[in-house]
């Protein structure tokens, strides 16, 4: 590559990082000399782009200021990082939302940012999913009315401008939701924590004969707890294929299974 990488045309730092060193070598400048500069040696930006390591933000300066990069493309790169590596979700959330700020990026990938902002709002979801009963109605006091949990007004009529504008109601239902794999992750988290708040919450507001929640603590191997997730998908599977033709109301369902202990460290 003879031509300087421009950074907001990456959305994934790794790729900007291989192509960058692929500029350098064209001009002699070897990835080794490169790490020298940073302070790292000279396996580790190999084991970054392997995805053995992350890139640990701590060089992110040092690597700046030897790629030149100026403070709003510094800006990018370090949420580029955040998104693609932290363990935080709330970090990668804020992180996700300055990138989308740029035009570049939501010029670029618009699909992330659609898929981002269906599920980063549960009633986005459900309100699609309410749309394909026979009884719909395209009106926010109706929604509004139909929904256990509260939503305002103003929430619904953003959402059902959101549907119709990317084809997602039922009445235009045309676009299938496509978006990178980190996103997809980034956004699945953020969906989940939204309906789990709203799952607590039906303890109080739904009666018991109009729910079913059912949970137990055990303790099993790894081995077993592989075995449970199988159980858990199939039976997901089953509740998936249930036939409806007479439509009714929306349900959320949830099988979750976590640890509660970790190995003592010895």
């Given at each position: 590559m003879k031509i300087k990488p421009r950074i907001y045309d990456y959305f994934d730092y790794r790729e900007f990082l291989r192509d960058y060193f692929a500029f350098e070598r064209s001009r002699k400048v070897s990835q080794r000399t490169i790490a020298k500069k940073i302070g790292v040696s000279a396996a580790y930006f190999?084991?970054?782009?392997?995805r053995k390591r992350n890139l640990d933000l701590s060089y992110l300066e040092a690597m700046s200021d030897l790629i030149n990069l100026n403070v709003s493309e510094r800006s990018y790169f370090k949420n580029l990082i955040i998104v693609s590596d932290s363990?935080?979700?709330?970090?990668?959330?804020?992180a996700y939302k300055a990138l989308s700020k740029f035009r570049s990026y939501r010029t670029k990938r618009a699909a992330d940012v659609v898929t981002h902002r269906y599920l980063d709002n549960w009633y986005y979801?459900?309100?699609?999913?309410?749309?394909?009963?026979p009884d719909f109605k395209e009106d926010p006091e109706w929604i509004k009315n139909r929904f256990l949990p509260k939503l305002?007004?103003?929430?619904?009529e953003q959402a059902l401008g959101f549907l119709k504008k990317n084809?997602?109601?039922?009445?235009?239902n045309q676009k299938a939701l496509d978006c990178s794999e980190h996103i997809y992750k980034l956004s699945l988290t953020n969906y989940h924590q939204g309906m789990l708040d709203i799952a607590?919450?039906?303890i109080e507001l739904v009666k018991r004969e109009e729910r079913s929640i059912l949970g137990f603590t055990k303790s099993m191997s790894k081995?077993?707890?592989?075995?449970?997730?199988?159980i858990m998908q199939n039976a997901i599977y089953e509740l998936e294929?249930?036939?409806e033709s007479e439509g009714g109301e929306l349900f959320q369902f949830y099988l979750l299974g976590f640890p509660l202990t970790k190995k003592e460290n010895k």
């Open positions: 190999t084991m970054v782009l392997s363990q935080d979700s709330n970090e990668r959330s804020s979801v459900a309100i699609r999913e309410l749309s394909f009963l305002k007004q103003r929430e619904i084809e997602l109601l039922a009445s235009n607590k919450d039906s081995a077993n707890f592989g075995k449970a997730r199988e294929q249930l036939e």
